[in-house]
């Protein structure tokens, strides 16, 4: 027998090191093999198809509960980005059917609720906007309960709308569950990520013109009055919502050289989104960008409102240096197109011929179907889905693939349709205390970048409030969401008593 210095027999040495598993080890090899029982009789009594989509289900639900901020960026990616919505996989429930991004709202709301209940360490998270926000959401769908119960709106017309104006309720899932620096530093580069894809998408698509068609949305000629643009195509995909947030909020993060990417990098995607934001031919947007670009001057401290001016002043030149190149080239270059036409849709703004044009007729139209019906029904509005003017050859035509009567352009008067005069006034509360709060806060933040990010978000939510006099922001599926995280970036970044942080700009040697 050999013996080893230690006195101990090598064989047996030998020996010891074959030891049996210990008892994790055993416990991980017990659930690998019911884990491999399961797949293989998922796969007997279903298509492998099905159970890998299972597999992904189960791990993306695991991914999202650690991780709340990316289940926010999937909706975003799903609702407001450059995904086609019949793409999207439907749930059925039983009387109905779920998008994925339902799902994922659903159950980062059930999170909060189960956190509450049985985590003794998880407090609720309240802020000023809680109260007004939820008031809101009930008389949007109260009316909508009523109107279900008189038959003036069928249930899976009701159902389509709830779970749109439902993504609001994104804001609690901002406010109670991305909590620390990381994940909001995760939430708003994601945000700003989805923004540049869709504006990278954009003008891809106006490259390739209007004949092909590779992102969702509106893609079609340009006409102006009675000009028309074959040559120039206009773009209006999902993400549009992204691009005009994204583009509003990088003004004050430029001016106040927060940005969190190296500055090149930084306006290079800022001239990236502005061209997207041109190539919308928006005039709604781009009055909320005059508008909120007002806003952050005037609420501004002296020195962020001299270094606003000077980032104004850099676009200012950019866009003039742009514009002479452009006319110097070819006449019937589609460079040369797009400057035209920008700046006659541009000079739309103060000539009194705009208030002829055809699309300013027909919400003229609808405005007064709409005046009629919130004067008949003040309180208790129509709810969600319900029509408010009969058949109209002005603005309907016999075949339309949709119901127009239910569509309205002016999303105040929307408001009141669907909610009554109670239902707007609590939305007034909300605004009213959202940007008090947001303006009120944002000269004495002493962080530069979240000062930056509050001015910025703030400032946009304004924009879109005078955007919505012409376009239907509050009841579009890509903008609810866009909105709800809009308002929880407000009120974190503006919450001086919170040890909630926005992310730090590059530190540079």
């Known amino acids: 027998m050999v013996i080893n210095t230690a006195g101990r027999p090598l064989m047996l040495e030998s020996l010891a090191v074959l030891r049996l598993p210990n008892r994790v080890s055993l416990l991980h090899m017990a659930a690998a093999a019911v884990v491999g029982l399961l797949l293989g009789a998922g796969c007997l009594v279903a298509s492998p198809v099905l159970v890998l989509a299972a597999l992904v289900g189960i791990g993306g639900a695991i991914v999202i509960a650690r991780r709340p901020e990316i289940g926010l960026l999937v909706i975003l990616v799903c609702t407001s980005s450059v995904v086609f919505e019949d793409v999207l996989p439907l749930v059925p429930i039983g009387m109905g059917s779920l998008h994925i991004p339902d799902l994922i709202l659903l159950g980062l709301l059930g999170q909060i609720v189960v956190r509450r209940l049985f985590d003794p360490q998880f407090k609720f998270v309240r802020t000023p906007i809680d109260l007004p926000l939820l008031i809101f959401f009930g008389l949007l769908v109260l009316p909508t309960a009523v109107a279900i119960l008189q038959s003036r709106v069928e249930v899976e017309v009701a159902r389509r709308e709830i779970r749109v104006v439902s993504y609001y309720l994104a804001f609690f899932v901002v406010t109670n569950l991305v909590r620390d620096s990381r994940q909001l530093r995760y939430l708003l580069s994601g945000l700003t990520m989805l923004a540049t894809v869709v504006a990278a998408a954009m003008v891809a698509q106006f490259v390739l013109g209007g004949s092909v068609s590779i992102i969702p949305g509106r893609v079609e000629a340009l006409q102006t009055g009675d000009s028309v643009y074959a040559d120039v195509t206009r773009i209006l995909p999902p993400g549009q919502s992204l691009v005009l947030v994204a583009t509003i909020a990088s003004v004050p993060i430029l001016a106040l050289g927060q940005s969190t990417t190296r500055p090149t990098l930084a306006w290079l995607r800022f001239c990236l989104l502005g061209l997207a934001l041109l190539l919308t031919f928006n005039r709604g947007f781009w009055g909320a960008l005059i508008l909120a670009v007002l806003v952050m001057v005037v609420f501004a401290s002296r020195c962020d409102r001299a270094r606003l001016v000077k980032v104004g002043a850099a676009v200012a030149g950019v866009a003039g240096t742009v514009l ?186």
């Not at 944002?442 to 990010?453: C, E």
């Not at 001086?496 to 730090?504: E, F, G, I």
Request: proline share 4%.
């Open 324 to 509: 002479l190149v452009a006319v110097a080239g070819s006449v019937d270059s589609r460079a040369t197109l797009l400057v035209r036409a920008s700046l006659e849709r541009l000079g739309t703004f103060r000539s009194s011929s705009t208030l002829q044009e055809s699309s300013l007729q027909w919400r003229a139209v609808e405005n007064r179907y709409a005046l009629s019906q919130i004067e008949s029904h003040p309180l208790v509005g129509l709810g969600l889905g319900a029509r408010y003017r009969p058949f109209d050859r002005r603005l309907d035509h016999y075949g339309m693939a949709w119901d127009a009567t239910r569509y309205i352009h002016n999303g105040h008067l929307w408001l009141l349709l669907v909610a009554g005069v109670p239902g707007y006034l609590a939305f007034l509360w909300l605004t009213w205390t959202a940007a008090t709060r947001g303006l009120g806060h944002s000269r004495s933040i002493p962080d530069d970048h979240r000062r930056a990010v509050t001015m910025g978000f703030v400032s946009g939510y304004l924009g879109l409030l005078a955007a919505a006099f012409v376009a239907p922001l509050f009841s579009a599926w890509h903008w609810t969401p866009v909105i709800g995280v809009m308002l929880a970036v407000m009120v974190n970044a503006s919450q001086a008593d919170r040890q909630l942080m926005v992310p730090q700009p590059l530190r540079r040697e």
